[in-house]
């Protein structure tokens, strides 16, 4: 990367700086790859944020089928890591799960589950595991919550066959113009679904997998309580990235903690951090981590900053810390500060091989938190951060009653927060869409087929704040 104009002796965040359009010979950004360089498997740069509110097994999936990686929060108990890790090795790397009740369930608790998915519909199923209608939330008008679904589902199940090609699927819905259907093995019985944009989907994102061609996953784990043990424990459930995370990553425990994680578990990917400068940057590598992860304070529901004045400008960090990170063969992630899909490219652009965020995604289907409406109608997710007191009472739940007041006495993030759904891009994958067709734009301006080449060939300039302001698009009349 170079600056247009020299680069300036002040810190810059993702609103400050702008890439500079290059010779190109990238035709089409279809022709970009955007494998990460970090190794880890991801094969679209995106990773989402140990967040309680969004990081779930929903999430982790669909993220995963799509080519990212979800990192799950550390403050969930080990059976319950367990059954998440294992629920996600075990999804089909293309159809998507269903959400599945009989015809003997209520209306009422089909409509609690309808907004789990994006695709807004449930598959009723026979006790022989196959499908006998479909149900919608426009399938319980005129009927009350006690109804059993077998009186108000359609019955008319059009599947589709277990082998065919995504491109083949696609297809077939729209010769019959269904945008959902089960997909069932040769005996009839269900193994997922597929709606026409996931069959298109397909055809363009390949699957973030492991060696044995499951979706990957990846957890977090604090610097307190035995932080080897329960990394070891994560490995052996078949966890593929070790994140150590704090929200001081330079400091004498931590360096002992990911020292200490990395003689438990040798063999895996494994991320520490927060960091801003390149000492940190160093110190953990030395330590024992393949990935640092860069970024104090950025967060949309951290208030690091405003409480500490403790941070630094998220573009100057990422470019700093990815410098000194190249300099010992390793990698940073950008994490946080993400608002557009113009802040990962430039995330990239700087150096990292991944940028991580979080609440970008909270206002999803697929976010951990339950779906509430408003007063209006109108449907949000609550989100927090993981500094925030809802959070240290979370994570604090096994500690006296006096040390959990005392911690709780002492915030840095926002403890509720609704993030409301966009009707039209509702799905993470919405999103995910968003983010990936603004990168690969990004590398065919600058004349990069990767992000490798985007890191050598980018121009950045600096802008004032006017100038960001003159890029944003103006949707009604001025």
């Known amino acids: 990367m170079q600056y247009l104009n020299g680069q300036p002796n002040y810190d810059l965040t993702y609103s400050d700086v702008f890439l500079v359009p290059s010779l190109s010979s990238v035709s089409s950004r279809m022709h970009v790859d955007l494998r990460t360089p970090d190794a ?157 944009k996931g069959a298109l989907r397909s055809t363009i994102y390949q699957p973030a997998v492991d060696k044995d061609g499951r979706l990957l996953i990846a957890v977090a784990v604090g610097v307190n309580a035995d932080p080897a043990t329960r990394a070891k424990a994560l490995v052996d ?53 393949d990935i640092v992860k860069v970024g104090v304070g950025p967060g949309a529901m951290c208030t690091t900053r405003m409480m500490t004045g403790v941070g630094r400008p998220q573009f100057s960090a990422v470019q700093e810390c990815s410098e000194a990170a190249r300099s010992r063969g390793k990698h940073v992630w950008a994490d946080g500060g993400v608002r557009y899909p113009r802040d990962v490219a430039l995330g990239l652009a700087a150096g990292a091989g991944n940028v991580m965020f979080g609440s970008l995604l909270a206002g999803t289907f697929e976010s951990a938190a339950d779906t509430v409406r408003d007063a209006q109608g109108r449907l949000y997710k609550e989100s927090f951060g993981m500094a925030s007191n809802r959070a240290v009472r979370n994570r604090t739940r096994s500690e006296s009653a006096v040390e959990r007041a005392r911690k709780e006495l002492f915030e840095e993030g926002i403890s509720t927060s609704r993030m409301y759904l966009d009707t039209q891009r509702p799905g993470v994958e919405d999103i995910i869409d968003q983010i990936v067709a603004g990168v690969r734009s990004s590398c065919t301006y600058s004349g990069a087929r990767s992000i490798v080449e985007l890191q050598s060939r980018a121009v950045v300039g600096v802008q004032s704040a006017s100038g960001y302001d003159e890029g944003r698009p103006i949707d009604t009349s001025w």
């Open 40 to 196: 880890i498997g991801t094969t679209i740069p995106i990773v989402v944020s140990n967040m309680t509110a969004i990081a779930g097994r929903r999430m982790a999936e669909t993220v995963a089928r799509r080519g990212g990686v979800v990192v799950l929060p550390q403050d969930i108990p080990l059976d319950v890591v367990e059954t998440v890790v294992s629920f996600v090795k075990s999804r089909h790397v293309v159809y998507e799960t269903p959400i599945t009740l009989s015809g003997h369930d209520t209306v009422g608790e089909a409509l609690s589950l309808i907004h789990k998915r994006s695709h807004g519909a449930l598959i009723v199923t026979n006790d022989d595991e196959m499908p006998i209608g479909i149900f919608t939330e426009t399938d319980a008008a005129g009927f009350d919550r006690f109804t059993q679904i077998a009186n108000v589902m359609s019955r008319e199940v059009f599947t589709l066959t277990d082998g065919l090609d995504a491109q083949t699927m696609f297809e077939r819905l729209s010769e019959v113009r269904l945008n959902f259907a089960p997909v069932v093995s040769s005996d009839g019985r269900l193994l997922g679904c597929m709606t026409r």
């Open 237 to 289: 459930m078949g966890v593929d990235v070790v994140v150590v995370d704090t929200a001081h990553g330079h400091q004498a425990r931590m360096l002992e903690v990911v020292n200490e994680v990395r003689r438990s578990v040798p063999d895996v990917h494994l991320v520490a951090g927060n960091v801003v400068t390149e000492r940190g940057t160093i110190d953990l590598i030395d330590a024992g981590a």
